[in-house]
C-alpha cells in the first residue's frame, strides 16, 4: 500500500514555473514507477509524465516536452514535477500516481495508487 501526496500547485503568470512534489508513504517507493496525470475541467485525466522505478528512464506527453520535467529521489520518497513556460493551457489538477512495477505506464488504468490531486492555475 502507497499513500501519495502532492503539494506545490498554485496560480502563476503564463511563462513561469512552478514545481510539484509528491511524497509517498509506505514501504518499497523504490520499486514503484511513478506518474504525473492532469485534469481539466471537464476533461479526461491526462498523461503528463512518468518516471521508472530506479529513474533511469522517462516519458513525457508531447505537450509538456521540453518544458517539464520529471525527477525522483528514492532516499525521500518523493516525485517531483518541475513546470517551465508554463501555458493557460496547463491549467489542470495534477495527480501523482504509483505503479507496481519497476516500469512506467502511460495510460491511467496502469497506475494502482493516486494521490488527492494538486492544482495549478496559469493566466494569461
Known amino acids: 500500500q502507497v499513500q501519495l501526496v502532492e503539494s506545490g500547485g498554485g496560480l502563476v503568470q503564463a511563462g513561469g514555473s512552478l514545481k510539484l512534489s509528491c511524497a509517498a508513504s509506505?514501504?518499497?517507493?523504490?520499486?514503484?514507477?511513478m506518474g504525473w496525470f492532469r485534469q481539466a475541467p471537464g476533461k479526461g485525466r491526462d498523461f503528463v509524465a512518468a518516471?521508472?522505478?530506479?529513474?533511469?528512464?522517462?516519458n513525457y506527453a508531447d505537450s509538456v516536452k521540453g518544458r517539464f520535467t520529471i525527477s525522483r529521489e528514492n532516499a525521500k520518497n518523493t516525485v517531483y514535477l518541475q513546470m517551465n513556460s508554463l501555458k493557460p493551457e496547463d491549467t489542470a489538477v495534477y495527480y501523482c500516481?504509483?505503479?507496481?512495477?519497476?516500469?512506467?505506464?502511460?495510460?491511467?488504468?496502469?497506475?494502482?495508487?493516486w494521490g488527492q490531486g494538486t492544482q495549478v492555475t496559469v493566466s494569461s
Open positions: 500516481a504509483a505503479r507496481s512495477s519497476n516500469w512506467y505506464g502511460v495510460t491511467a488504468y496502469d497506475y494502482n495508487y
Open positions: 509506505g514501504r518499497s517507493f523504490s520499486s514503484y514507477a
Open positions: 518516471i521508472n522505478s530506479n529513474g533511469g528512464s522517462t
